[in-house]
T-cell receptor, first 111, second 116 residues
């Protein structure tokens, strides 16, 4: 993805916690999304952050630091169904409506 | 049921033969967008539309055309497809995108295109 970096793959055990980091270009930043994509399926929305801080939604939490150009997605109490690709996406003010995705992080949950 | 419908799901064609991938949403969304997804590159935005008759280029618009004559439809047109356009394509929509409101995207099921 352009100007957005996230690890390619992470492996974790069922029941554990995994943190997926995303760094992005700060200029023109207007918000950050996380999407989940299972193999062969369309992405589905997980979270949106525009202000600094942590947003918690059940087992999933997302954090944003605007000044550092950094976000993470925290997955707690991992389940096998959490095996998927997690996409970080940046909304830009350069052109309203332009959304740039990272290449995605493949999370593999093992028994 | 609220959804984004893309057709076809799979398409095999030959170089230079014009094709259209249709996208329709039934949620009265203002914003629609097309992406292609390639291994290692993630989702890349082709074109987007903020509303009817308003379209703009994303990051990889070359070789593609779009139109937004009605709110619900946003077809992707490949006038002269080439093998480097072989990819998985997704259409997506949201209520709106902009400075004041940022809404989550709803994605279609995808179109796997192969250009021989």
């Amino acid at each position: 993805g352009q100007n957005i970096d996230q690890p390619t793959e992470m492996t974790a055990t069922e029941g554990a916690i995994v943190q997926i980091n995303c760094t992005y270009q700060t200029s023109g930043f207007n918000g950050l999304f996380w999407y989940q994509q299972h193999a062969g399926e369309a992405p589905t929305f997980l979270s949106y952050n525009v202000l600094d801080g942590l947003e918690e939604k059940g087992r999933f939490s997302s954090f944003l630091s605007r000044s550092k150009g950094y976000s993470y997605l925290l997955l707690k109490e991992l389940q096998m169904k959490d095996s998927a690709s997690y996409l970080c996406a940046r909304l830009t003010t350069d052109s309203w409506g332009k959304l740039q995705f990272g290449a995605g992080t493949q999370v593999v949950v093992t028994p | 049921e609220a959804q984004v419908t893309q057709n076809p799901r799979y398409l095999i064609t030959v170089t230079g033969k014009k094709l259209t991938v249709t996208c329709s949403q039934n949620m009265n969304h203002e914003y629609m967008s097309w992406y292609r997804q390639d291994p290692g590159l993630g989702l890349r935005q082709i074109y987007y539309s903020m509303n009817v008759e308003v379209t703009d280029k994303g990051d990889v618009p070359e070789g593609y055309k779009v139109s937004r004559k009605e709110k619900r439809n946003f077809p992707l047109i490949l006038e002269s497809p080439s093998p480097n356009q072989t990819s998985l394509y997704f259409c997506a929509s949201s209520f709106r995108q902009g400075a004041a409101t940022n809404e989550k995207l709803f994605f279609g099921s995808g179109t796997q295109l192969s250009v021989l």
